[in-house]
């Protein structure tokens, strides 16, 4: 059964740093391209961040854009994203996502998701 496990998120002031993680279980993490959503409440999901299979290869929606680094560590099973210099507007619940297809680095969610961390950004 395939677990996807978010954890990190919490309150911060504006300005402020927050580094999510992601623990994948129960597939073959380095044969997933990995991905990072948020919700925030009234929107609809979006794209944060996603990195290929290797990390070699690394996306970014154009508003988290120089401020979050996606990265992963495949012996360890876990995607990480660090989130600095974060806006009110970064407010939301953030999603792991894994792609067996690999398209999530060009936006589009995959195979699995994870229940959500929320991150709350106070002005």
């Known amino acids: 059964q395939v677990q996807l496990v978010e954890s990190g998120g919490g309150l911060v002031q504006a300005g402020g740093s927050l580094r999510l993680s992601c623990v994948a279980s129960g597939l073959t993490f380095s044969r997933y391209a990995m991905g990072w959503f948020r919700q925030a409440p009234g929107k609809e999901r979006e794209f944060v961040a996603g990195i290929s299979r290797s990390g070699s290869s690394t996306s970014y929606a154009d508003s988290v854009k120089g401020r979050f680094t996606i990265s992963r560590d495949n012996a360890k099973n876990t995607v990480y994203l660090q989130m600095n210099s974060l806006k009110p507007e970064d407010t939301a619940v953030y999603y792991c996502?894994?792609?067996?297809?690999?398209?999530?680095?060009?936006?589009?969610?995959?195979?699995?998701w994870g229940r959500g961390t929320q991150v709350t950004v106070s002005s």
């Open positions: 996502n894994a792609d067996s297809l690999g398209t999530v680095v060009a936006g589009s969610p995959g195979d699995y």
